[in-house]
């Protein structure tokens, strides 16, 4: 069993940049895949980014390429999304998934884990 948390959203204004956090209870295999989706109002699950704990495979949406960056921090077990050039479109709820396999796909039926979600508001 993998507990994810998601932590760093807030409030933040049009252009600017916030970096989410995910820590997990426990690393999944280094293989394994990790993604961010968001969920805002009325709309459904999007996916956003997905690595790999280790070798360097990343996957990204691409509305958010050039934007937004996914990156692990092996020693703490901590997946962050870095985000860029916010705008208000991007308010939603993001979420942090962890995978048991080798998939980094943009289903969300690819993951099997999910934290609690952490709010981002971008204000105009």
């Known amino acids: 069993q993998v507990q994810l948390v998601e932590s760093g959203g807030g409030l933040v204004q049009a252009g600017g940049s916030l970096r989410l956090s995910c820590t997990a209870s426990r690393r999944t295999f280094s293989s394994y895949g990790m993604g961010w989706f968001r969920q805002a109002p009325g709309k459904e699950r999007e996916f956003l980014a997905a690595?790999?704990?280790?070798?360097?495979?990343?996957n990204y949406a691409d509305s958010v390429k050039g934007r937004f960056t996914i990156s692990m921090d092996n020693a703490k077990n901590t997946v962050y999304l870095q985000m860029n050039s916010l705008k208000p479109e991007d308010t939603a709820v993001y979420y942090c998934?962890?995978?048991?396999?080798?998939?980094?796909?943009?289903?969300?039926?690819?993951?099997?884990?999910w934290g609690q979600g952490t709010q981002v508001t971008v204000s105009s």
């Open positions: 690595g790999t704990w280790s070798g360097g495979r990343t």
């Open positions: 998934a962890a995978g048991l396999s080798y998939s980094i796909g943009s289903s969300a039926s690819a993951y099997n884990y």
